[in-house]
């Protein structure tokens, strides 16, 4: 007789000698696997007529799940369809604003047995509890993470905290979700998913692709690719989420900043022949990086090369191009974006707007978002915090003033604009906008170049409606 257990991550096969996905473990002359090769087992021992007892579950009871109050629309509902028509395992793309959350809950319905869902932030776990408290009936709803152990039929994890029990509480679910999916790829990440047996699986997220090309581990990660996909120009169209443009505004540098700036750039130019370095090939400014730990000629590149950056992203004229865009949108519910902190308490200060960054504890953050969806605050200001997850009230304006080249960010950036309150009011379509600023004469134009290239990038995929594309050889400087 063939017997399966499941062992702090692992299915340990026992009465067989081979069978695919597995090894054998020599402490025990037994067959070994990662626990997430238990659907792939279970169909191959089922398909070869092979008898076996199965003891790897060991979920936690649940009561039958119902959601109440909720109506998918039609493209959350042919997501629904195509998941389940797959197997329910694999993934959804939808834009930020579509209605994520609300897909999960329906996918969890489906479903109707123990899941854990895994969020990447502490705002997000609270944020998905509330929602589920208030649409699934019968429902207990626990939580891991930031100082709560709760395991319950629901269980809503960091994660963080997913990583450290993944082990202990692998075979204790039958479905997984993995919110903000891109993150699963991650080195460390990836084992949650590689010590769950879950065999039902379905990964969320607005922009799936990772500069670092790590996605294509999501068919392995996850029970399969992308099973639906839609963009935000689709949603706008039929009406689901707000139209947009995208202007793009650019800026000089005071003599002052622009001779910082050369004799910066020129440095870190410098310095990257010395060493050899070409920065025209993916990880080529990772390498500069690890070499930066243990060589100064690499150290001082990368200082200088942060120095101009600093001088681009922070000039003077983007104040005051941003003082000028403020006062011609008075009255406007606008979200400014810039890439590191010391710009965001630069900007609050001198337009006495509020800020939200990593550093603003719970109270302020829920607040300063009241203020905002309420109307207290027509503007805030924000580094990376509020990029993906996070429930931002609507917004008609942002203004994104520095930021990176990655077309994730870019996206997601966009979709904080894209809410459906925006779509229509007294009938007449209101269309967002997205303020690009950006310093003429440095390198801010070609990680702008970047960001619209992988916007193109996206919308040409889905008009042509292909499932699989051939990724640019983006320069990793840029996403970083």
Same mark, same amino acid.
């Given at each position: ?12 096969? *026992? ?8 090894t ?5 002359? #037994? ?52 998941w389940? !028509?797959?197997?329910?395992?694999g #993934? ?12 999960? $809950? ?35 709803i ?8 709760? =395991? ?6 960091t ?12 075979n204790?679910?039958? /479905? ?7 993150? %699963? ?7 949650i ?28 990660l ?55 370095? !070409? ?18 000629i ?9 120095r ?9 004229? *983007? ?15 606008? $979200?400014? /974006? ?5 710009? =965001?308490?630069? $900007?609050?200060?001198e ?16 607040? =300063? ?6 109307? !207290? ?64 004469n ?12 992988? %916007?193109?990038?996206?919308?040409? $995929? ?19």
């Amino acid at each position: 007789m063939i017997w399966l257990s499941y062992d702090r991550g692992t299915i340990v096969i *026992k009465g067989l000698m081979h069978i695919p996905f597995a090894t054998l473990d020599p402490r025990t002359n #037994c067959l070994r696997a990662q626990a997430l090769n238990y659907h792939d087992i279970i169909h191959y021992l089922r398909e070869s007529d092979i008898e076996y007892t199965d003891q790897v579950l060991e979920l936690i009871p649940s009561p039958h799940f119902t959601a109440k109050d909720l109506s998918l629309r039609d493209y959350q509902q042919k997501a629904l369809n195509r998941w389940t !028509r797959v197997g329910m395992r694999g #993934c959804i793309v939808l834009p930020t604003g579509a209605g994520k959350t609300i897909l999960g $809950i329906k996918s969890i319905e489906t479903i109707n047995s123990a899941v854990l869902i895994v969020v990447p932030t502490l705002d997000l776990m609270h944020q998905w509890t509330e929602v589920l408290s208030s649409h699934i009936t019968n429902a207990s709803i626990g939580n891991l993470g930031g100082g709560s152990e709760e =395991v319950e039929p629901i269980t809503v994890a960091t994660y963080d905290s997913a990583y450290i029990r993944a082990p202990s509480l692998g075979n204790r679910f039958s /479905f997984v979700i993995f919110d903000e999916v891109h993150h %699963l790829a991650a080195p460390g990440y990836r084992s949650i998913a590689e010590q769950l047996a879950a065999p039902y699986r379905l990964g969320l997220t607005a922009t799936i692709e990772r500069e670092d090309k790590l996605h294509l581990d999501f068919p392995k990660l996850v029970g399969g690719g992308v099973v639906f996909e839609i963009h935000p120009t689709e949603l706008a169209k039929s009406k689901h989420l707000a139209s947009y443009e995208i202007k793009r505004m650019h800026v000089e540098l005071t003599s002052q900043e622009q001779s910082e700036y050369q004799k910066n750039f020129g440095t870190y130019q410098l310095y990257l022949k010395k060493l050899g370095i !070409r920065m025209n090939y993916h990880g080529s400014f990772r390498r500069l990086i690890m070499m930066s730990t243990k060589n100064k000629i690499a150290r001082d590149a990368l200082l200088a090369r942060n120095r101009a950056m600093d001088i681009a992203m922070n000039s003077k004229s *983007k104040l005051e191009l941003l003082r000028n865009i403020l006062a011609e949108n008075s009255g406007v519910k606008t $979200i400014i /974006f810039t890439q590191h902190n010391s710009l =965001v308490y630069s $900007i609050s200060n001198e337009f006495l707007i509020p800020a939200i960054t990593h550093r603003t504890d719970k109270l302020e953050r829920k607040d =300063v978002l009241s203020g905002f969806r309420e109307g !207290r605050y027509l503007a805030i200001v924000t580094s990376k915090v509020l990029d993906e997850g996070v429930d931002v009230p609507d917004a008609k304006l942002g203004i994104i003033v520095s930021g990176t080249g990655s077309g994730r960010e870019y996206i997601q950036r966009l979709g904080r604009l894209l809410r459906p309150k925006l779509a229509s009011t007294d009938g007449v379509d209101q269309k967002a906008k997205l303020i690009e600023i950006i310093s003429s004469n440095t390198r801010e134009t070609g990680t702008s170049e970047r960001r619209k290239r992988a %916007l193109t990038r996206i919308n040409q $995929i889905r008009k042509k409606g292909q499932e699989n594309e051939k990724d640019e050889n983006l320069d990793y400087e840029e996403a970083t």
